[in-house]
């Protein structure tokens, strides 16, 4: 998986960048630095553990840290979303439809 740079989102928004977009980006680049950090730890541990609740049951349970991969994808997604760059967005502006605009009012 390639590292993401702000240059390289700089480059995927085109002439759609603007200069207040620069705090998105760089949360976009420390949360995917968090989420590489999660995927290798995820990759040396366990993805199910044993937990033992106070009754003295013992279960399996997912790693925590799966769960936190989950919640940081989630949260790239919506940064990408924020800033135009998911493939929906783009798949629109190439067709030429307006993301915003919908039938609604012709209804």
Known sequence: MAVPTAAKVREYLGEN???????????YLETHQFYRRLQKEI??????????????????????????LTKTVQTLNN????LGLTPAQRKKIKSGEDP???D???F
Not at 79 to 82: A, T, V
């Open 17 to 27: 960048y603007k200069e207040s977009d620069e705090e998105l980006i760089q949360l």
């Open 43 to 68: 990759k040396k541990g366990k993805l199910m553990y044993e937990y033992t609740n106070k009754a003295g049951a013992t279960n399996q349970v997912k790693n925590p840290l799966s769960i936190e």
């Open 79 to 82: 940064l990408l979303k924020s």
């Open 100 to 102: 915003d605009e919908d």
């Open 104 to 106: 609604f009012d012709d």
